[in-house]
């Protein structure tokens, strides 16, 4: 199962420039590596000195580089879309809509990224995937839909059973769906939607397990002595645990003094890359698929009745708690994540909440 290692800081700190070494040097150690660039400006071929395109290409012994291309991914999710209405369709309404017609909508090419990098990770061919996004809080929203859309599947499949309409229609839902779907079965309660909606679901889970896990999903910061970088790649530290995924440390770029906040981060000193000349910032490089002991984005204490969100970067002012029902909202860093109570703690109220070390501490 291949680990996923990507990059985040502000434009211009050398996120791309470090992927590729990355790649370069977790290859000549020998592992099987992809190295995947989103960006669709001409810098990532240019860096890699490399045209690369919407299939992989091998570039040097265990190394495959891919350019994601939105379009061309847009075209292939179509036919799978094709390929599923035509799995449940007696009669497929969208078979004569191609798609090489299609736009690629705002944001759709986001989803279309994640979906192609879990594609590749779900492959086997490959032992770490580095993976060269825009490394902003785009790249954190996009790594976020995972928990995001099972969260409106969660929420709007029971709100549409308990709405009058669902009560209303529900008598009517298995005889019409039996005739119009190649199916039977008890389409509303405890199975409404679950056919065409499970495999979806199933997906989901994965991608939010695999994001919670840092041998599996990992992240580092990039910056420079410059204060806008540090403050950039501070922000996105905690914006990062928002959605779960954890932060392995901080490679500050061109030798620059750093920032003391980034503790307890390890923070690795990196020499400028120039020319040709990579082996001085491979060799710089940690083994980046060693993860060292960092906090973790979240902690449920069952016993002490405690929940630890790590936000390192807030404070008290920048943060909103809400609770509704058996969840805990919390809003931070142009981020909302939801956080499902235990069966242990269900139905159990916010007493209380703290920020102490870099943690909002939350008592039930």
Do not use: C
Not at 96 to 105: D, K, R
Not at 168 to 185: M, R, Y
Not at 330 to 347: F, T, V, Y
């Amino acid at each position: 199962m291949a680990q996923i290692i990507t990059f985040l800081g502000k434009g211009g700190v050398g996120r791309t420039t470090i992927a590729i070494a990355t790649a370069k040097k977790l290859a000549a150690m020998g592992a099987k590596v992809l190295l995947i660039g989103q960006e669709p400006l001409p810098t990532f071929n240019l860096i890699l000195k490399e045209s690369v395109s919407a299939e992989p290409k091998e570039i040097s012994p265990n190394l495959e580089a891919v350019s994601v291309q939105s379009t061309l991914l847009l075209e292939q999710a179509w036919e799978q879309v094709k390929d599923l209405e035509a799995q449940y369709l007696r009669s497929p309404t969208l078979k004569n809509v191609y798609g090489q017609e299609l736009s690629v909508l705002p944001g759709m090419d986001q989803a279309l990224a994640l979906n192609a990098l879990r594609e590749y990770h779900d492959s086997g061919k490959y032992d770490v995937i580095v993976y060269d996004g825009s490394g902003d809080l785009t790249t954190l929203k996009m790594l976020g839909i995972p928990e995001t859309l099972s969260w409106y599947i969660r929420r709007f499949r029971q709100v549409f059973i308990d709405s009058d309409l669902g009560k209303a229609i529900s008598p009517f839902i298995q005889p019409v769906t039996s005739a119009i779907f190649n199916s039977s079965g008890d389409w509303l309660g405890s199975n409404f939607g679950q056919q065409p909606t499970n495999q979806a679901q199933n997906m989901l889970d994965q991608g939010k397990s695999a994001l919670a896990n840092p041998q599996r999903f990992v992240a580092y910061l990039v910056t420079t002595g410059d204060e806008s970088a540090t403050a950039t790649a501070k922000y996105l530290w905690g914006s990062a645990q928002q959605i779960g995924l954890t932060v392995g440390g901080v490679l500050l770029n061109q030798a620059a003094e750093v920032d003391p906040e980034f503790s307890p981060l390890t923070v690795t000193n990196l020499p400028q890359q120039s020319g040709d000349d990579w082996e001085s910032l491979i060799s710089a490089l940690p083994d980046l698929r060693v993860v060292p002991d960092v906090p973790k984005p979240l902690t449920i204490d069952i016993s002490g009745r405690q929940i630890k969100v790590f936000l390192p970067s807030f404070d008290k002012s920048q943060v909103k708690l809400t609770q509704y029902g058996p969840e805990i909202t919390i809003e931070a860093g142009d981020q909302r994540r939801n956080i499902a109570l235990p069966p242990q703690l269900s139905g159990q109220s916010v007493k209380g909440a703290k920020f102490q070390d870099g943690y909002l501490i939350i008592s039930l």
